[in-house]
């Protein structure tokens, strides 16, 4: 069997893209070699293949270059470019995704900035922004970075494949100004047009999104409902759209060529042109976005194999759609909404090929069913390895939501855009879309009210892929015999329900010291229980990272708020969809629920691991301030300690030096690397082999400070920090001593390789 060029120049784009974003040191060298050897053996699929590899290589190197330089974090910029989307906050501030067209320091000696090409700023709506316009502004610009911790989204990774080059804030002074008006835009008009009709505003919503590809004007519940649902796929301008267009203008161009000319109007290749050029046309209306884009490629790619003279295979087609895809954008690589599509086509090519179309109703029912029934378990596998989550009631929702959308949703919804000069016929068109959506919606409802999205346990997830994937490939594959996929897929089925949850051994305990920006969070787990230390900050916009760390109905056995400053205490109110047997805190503080006061001496055993409170005293602390009313923790498993200061002083830790056993493995620096606390007593008196600092990257107040980390580093003190680190994970109990890894997996070069020197903030 012949390879052809496609499935190598996918290959090549995508380790292009891979070796693109690693950066590795001498790797344009090595690849400029290999092109002149190619070149001078004459290796023809050797030579594009590396054409290809250089091309995405250097898209991804560009943007990567294009990421704001850390030198100018925080520092004033001026920005000119057009304002891409907008979303509204509340409280008098929107979200702006802006193109720079130009970028300058406004002091200068400075690093340059022109090499921006996306910001993603918050800013006071009291201005009147709108999409497209272009603005003069003045920006308050940091890296693109994401709090990092084990199983929950990754806000940075979303950021790169986005191509959004840095976050921050306008300033308001100087004021922004605006340059020039939108242009024009035909899709805009679409949108303003459809506001103006007499509908509900739900059937508004929908039609721009399904049929326009304006998700943003969905509503948050309008989201939710669709991701409980799994019918996200369907709001999105996908293949499914645009193929539907594609088809549409082909049977249309196909019956006017059976016309003109009946004699030879299978012949004709024109009607193939008219449907490649409405499919691209529905795109460039929906925006483009890369959805759109990596659909019309696809389609465009369908149309050139359906058309059957001169087109490659089904799968050189697939091959060559990829690297088209990737081509075109190679940040897509890492979008899950690529590997969702291909996966998805690449399985649809699987179940039909060689099979006979169907014939009539009953013929074209049961083709339905059993492309569903066979793509459910791949696409579950696919939504969980991407997110982590499952959606129960997709395979069987789908089964009517698809032919509901893409037969008649979207037609009548397209329909009333060619009547939109008759309007009585497009707003009854409408009319009756927004009553098809109106029942779609409560079929979700209903659905999701049975079977509530599913998100299982980590340890879990990696098992359940493999098997709902080789599940898959068993009824899938053509050839197999009928016995074999039964019996497969009963003893796939007997391995999952045989797996068993991993365990903590007796007398250990797991700490993980969470990324949550400015602010302390730190979960303690033994064999049988779990304990929250501090619970994370809450910012100004109302929002607390704990949210994002855990699904609802979590149990922990206690929650200890070190005191009520709002980066420990700032998630209490979160932790009211999770159930928790006491809270503990400082007497005299306030943490917006009853608790229990937390007291030197006090303590309790967990599966052989001591836990003990060391600050503060039983007297009355009402004199102390509050971060020197802290409640200190010291933990024990086996000979190995770790202990948590909280935000006390210099002078309360001296107060209980002498109850802390030596030597010690862990701290968890107080107050997040102050230097009113680790006082010199402490670090020489205890000298951890390991220091931990929960702190925001860029944080405002400098931690950790420079004389904290020398002054732990003079001691040999190996040094973490949540905001270079990520979280990090750490374990007591161990035969090997404390081990300890961070999420960001950075290269050491501390102590022995095991961590890297942590810097203070500038």
């Not at 974003?21 to 400029?32: D, K, N, R, Y």
């Not at 099979?355 to 009953?362: D, L």
């Not at 109850?659 to 020489?684: D, E, F, K, N, Y």
Request: include cysteine; proline fraction near 6%.
């Amino acid at each position: 069997m012949q390879v052809g060029l496609a499935m190598p120049l996918a290959v090549a784009a995508l380790v292009g893209a891979v070796l693109g974003s690693l950066t590795l040191p001498g790797v344009f060298e090595a690849w400029a070699l290999a092109l002149l050897c190619a070149c001078a053996s004459r290796q023809r699929i050797a030579l594009w293949m590396l054409l290809m590899a250089g091309l995405v290589a250097g898209q991804v190197l560009s943007a990567r270059h294009a990421q704001l330089p850390q030198g100018l974090s925080g520092v004033d910029l001026r920005v000119e470019g057009r304002v891409v989307s907008l979303v509204d906050e509340g409280d008098e501030r929107v979200r702006l995704r802006i193109d720079v067209e130009q970028c300058q320091p406004l002091e200068s000696p400075r690093l340059p900035c022109e090499r921006l090409r996306q910001v993603r700023v918050s800013a006071f709506s009291s201005d009147d922004w709108r999409v497209d316009e272009r603005w003069a502004l003045t920006v308050r610009l940091r890296p693109p970075r994401g709090f990092m911790n084990p199983h929950t989204f990754d806000y940075e990774t979303w950021l790169w494949r986005e191509g959004i080059d840095a976050t921050g804030y306008v300033r308001t002074e100087p004021a922004a100004v605006r340059q020039a008006g939108p242009r024009f835009s035909l899709r805009r008009m679409a949108l303003a047009h459809l506001d103006e009709q007499p509908l509900e505003a739900s059937t508004r919503r929908w039609l721009a999104a399904l049929t326009l590809g304006a998700g943003e004007r969905l509503s948050a519940d309008d989201w939710e409902l669709l991701n409980a649902s799994g019918t996200t796929h369907l709001m999105v301008i996908s293949g499914l759209h645009v193929g539907l267009v594609a088809s549409f203008a082909l049977i249309l161009a196909r019956g006017v060529a059976r016309l003109i000319t009946p004699g030879r109007w299978r012949m004709a290749v024109w009607p193939w042109w008219v449907a490649a050029m409405a499919s691209f046309a529905y795109a460039w209306l929906a925006g483009l976005e890369p959805p759109a884009m990596r659909a019309v490629i696809m389609t465009l790619v369908g149309l050139w194999v359906a058309s059957g003279r001169h087109a490659p295979g089904v799968w050189q087609g697939w091959w060559l759609a990829l690297a088209l895809v990737v081509a075109s954008d190679p940040l897509s690589v890492w979008r899950p909404g690529l590997w969702l599509s291909f996966v998805a086509v690449a399985l649809l090519i699987l179940i039909w090929q060689r099979r006979k179309r169907p014939q009539g109703i009953r013929g074209w029912c049961w083709a339905l069913l059993r492309t569903q029934g066979l793509l459910a378990p791949m696409m579950a596998a696919a939504v969980l390895l991407a997110f982590e989550r499952v959606a129960p009631v997709a395979p069987l929702v789908n089964l009517f939501a698809v032919p509901l959308v893409s037969v008649l949703m979207v037609p009548l919804g397209l329909i009333g855009w060619l009547l939109v000069g008759v309007p009585p016929l497009s707003q009854n068109g409408w009319w009756l879309f927004g009553q098809l959506a109106q029942g779609l919606v409560t079929l979700l409802d209903q659905a999701v009210a049975g079977l509530p999205l599913w998100q299982p346990p980590a340890w879990q997830v990696l098992p359940m892929v493999l098997v709902l994937g080789a599940v898959a490939m068993l009824w899938a594959l053509p050839g197999l015999a009928q016995g074999l996929r039964v019996t497969g897929t009963a003893l796939l089925a007997a391995m999952l329900f045989a797996l068993e949850p991993p365990v903590i051994a007796e007398g250990a305990v797991r700490i993980r010291v969470h990324d949550v920006g400015q602010g302390q969070l730190i979960e303690l787990r033994t064999a049988n229980h779990r304990l929250l230390y501090d619970t994370g900050p809450r910012f100004r916009s109302g929002f607390m990272p704990l949210t994002t760390l855990w699904s609802s109905g979590q149990t922990f056995d206690r929650v200890v708020a070190s005191h009520a400053d709002i980066d420990h205490a700032g998630g209490v109110p979160a932790l009211a969809d999770h159930h928790v047997g006491h809270y503990l805190a400082p007497a005299g503080e306030d943490i917006g629920v009853p608790f229990i006061s937390c007291l030197a001496g006090e303590g309790w055993h967990w599966d052989g691991v001591t836990f003990r409170f060391l600050w503060p005293p039983s007297e009355d602390s009402g004199e102390w301030p509050s971060n020197d009313r802290s409640c200190v923790l010291l933990v024990e498993a086996g000979e190995q300690r770790l202990l948590i200061t909280g935000d006390v002083g210099a002078e309360v830790e001296r107060r209980f030096l002498r109850q802390v056993s030596h030597p010690l493995q862990v701290l968890v620096a107080g107050h997040h690397g102050s230097r009113t606390s680790s006082g010199p007593q402490l670090v020489a008196e205890l000298a951890p082999r390991h220091v931990i600092f929960s702190a925001g990257r860029d944080n405002a107040f400098g931690h950790p400070h420079d004389e904290v980390i020398r002054r732990f580093r003079r001691h040999q003190s190996c040094l973490w920090n949540t905001a270079l680190d990520g979280a990090v994970t750490l374990w007591l109990g161990g035969a090997d001593g404390p081990l300890v890894t961070g999420m960001r997996g950075q290269p050491g070069s501390g102590v022995e390789g095991l961590c890297h020197e942590v810097k203070s903030h500038p």
